[in-house]
């Protein structure tokens, strides 16, 4: 199955501007008329958007800390317009994308953010444990990516194929 091509840089640039825990609204809030009101246009999505953030100012039932928080959103989408339309953009073609073609970036993207992650942590002691039954000497590695990575190698080794 070829892997999907749709760059998922524009979306990324975009949303690097927010907190990690307001990504997702974010990317609710432009794929909201997408899917909602089947538009096309991102300069039109960005609108949209902007208009819903500023009536969620006019609101009576608004605290403070919505004010706060709904402003910032304005200004990051005003001062970064042309990478909230990219990330607009990006939404209204990954939306007319076929289903299995949604769920080969979003397979791709799992593996890429667990390899991030896999990266950060020591290896489990069942890594660790496997790697000795596989008859592997050498230094022990150092993270879950490396152990995988050595695991994959001795699998290799004996002749055994690799899945993921």
């Not at 990324?12 to 997702?24: A, E, I």
């Not at 990051?76 to 076929?98: K, M, N, W």
């Not at 949604?102 to 002691?125: D, F, I």
Request: proline letters at 6%; aromatic letters at 8%.
């Amino acid at each position: 199955m070829q892997q999907p091509t749709l760059s998922t840089e524009p979306r990324d640039t975009f949303l690097s501007h927010f907190d990690g825990q307001r990504r997702g609204t974010v990317s609710n809030w432009l794929l909201e008329p997408i899917r909602q009101q089947h538009e096309q246009n991102p300069r039109a999505v960005v609108a949209f958007v902007l208009a819903m953030l500023t009536r969620r100012l006019n609101s009576q039932w608004v605290t403070d800390q919505t004010i706060a928080d709904t402003q910032r959103a304005i200004d990051l989408f005003r001062s970064h317009y042309d990478d909230a339309v990219g990330c607009a953009a990006y939404y209204i073609t990954y939306e007319q994308l076929p289903e299995h073609e949604k769920e080969a970036l979003k397979s791709t993207q799992r593996e890429a953010g667990k390899a991030v992650w896999m990266a950060t942590k020591p290896p489990s002691p069942k890594q660790l444990d496997y790697l000795r039954s596989l008859g592997y000497v050498g230094a022990p590695p150092a993270t879950m990516a490396e152990a995988s990575d050595a695991i994959d190698r001795q699998l290799t080794l004996r002749g055994k194929a690799v899945t993921r």
